[in-house]
């Protein structure tokens, strides 16, 4: 009982090492296996802009960057870290070769209307709708790309429904885990990156078919919807992304450690396991619905640094909707938004009281924009 309370007081810490880590008998280290979907000759979905191939490779790395800077006792494996064609039974081979805890295959949406829009999260499965099966199948039809693909999935036909019954006839072990962490990928990318929320869905995807380890597969947003492929190749958009998906991963292991010790979670560590600023990565969610809405929005600068001030640095004491934007190698910084330029025109007359040098800056999904040509049109 004494181990027990110790181990809760190491994770209430909030370092967030896993439960038997530092203790006296050090557990080995989880394995995270991050599938970065397509590469190489598959391009995957593709958008106005950018590709599936690249933005699911850009996401994928920094999850891992996340897990690898904040999770020591995890060790992160990667089916590729570069633009190349990857086997999907290769990708599975891969977690199970490593005997992974956890699978997760990093995907991007697409739909032929420019409409559909938001993340959704898949456990294997046989789908409930024609929506999730048209998912799986577009995900699947990578596999004609393949050599001996006919053999090498036992003849499965990735266009035919019939060859979707097996999934229905398969037991999976591992779904209610893999159900748990599609619905906390779901909860962050809800709560923390402000998406529309598609739901947990079930359905057919070859990479996780012979996974054995729990295993999802993330559809991070629509490439086809213009205002999320912005979001989608935007440095912030990514962080929001990779960042909730960390979380995810972090609350997954914490509370599947817990259950294994037949520990119940208490409303003390679901409440730093949500609210923990290190883990929360400082995004302001009103950024992220600026960058969805595609609008100009002004925004007052005070100084700049070629060192990263903290935004609780004593400078910005007093002022709200204090925002950070590197350019040049300089860190800068603004206080202050309206997306009405007399407004933010009144709000630079009472800044310059202490920041006499402070000027108004515009922006567009977070990039700056040149002032002169937004107040032109
Ligand atoms: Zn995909």
Known sequence: ???????????LLGNFTFLGYGSDNPKKKRILVLDAGHGG???????????????????????????EQNLPDMQ??????????????????IANKNNADLFISIHANSNKSNKPVG???YAMGLHKTQGNFEVAQKENSVIVLEENYHSKYEGFDPNSSESYIIFSLMQNTYLEKSLNMASYVQEEFREKAKRTDRGVKQAGFLVLWNTSMPSILVEVGFVSHPNEEEFLISE?????????????????????EMEELELAPTDELRNK?????????????????TAINNEVVFRVQITSSTKKLGLDHPIFNGYSDIFEYKENNT?????????????????LQNIKVKFPGAFIVAFKNNNRVDLKQVIDQ
Not at 273 to 289: E, G, Q, R
């Open 331 to 347: 860190f800068k910084y603004t206080i202050g938004r309206s997306a009405k330029y007399e407004e933010i025109k009144i709000e």
């Open 1 to 11: 009982m004494i181990g027990k309370i110790l181990l809760i007081t190491l994770v």
């Open 119 to 121: 993340t959704e999260t």
């Open 273 to 289: 396991l949500t609210n923990n600023p290190i883990d929360s990565i400082i995004y302001d969610p009103n950024k992220s619905i």
């Open 76 to 93: 992160v494996i990667y089916t590729r870290k570069t633009d190349e064609f990857i086997p999907l039974d290769k990708r599975a081979d």
């Open 41 to 67: 000759k598959d391009s995957g979905a593709t958008g106005q802009k950018a590709k599936e191939k690249d933005i699911v490779l850009d996401i994928t790395l920094k999850v891992g960057m996340y897990v």
């Open 236 to 256: 912030t958009g990514q962080d929001y992304l990779a960042s909730s998906i960390y979380r995810a991963i972090k609350k997954y292991f914490i509370y599947f």
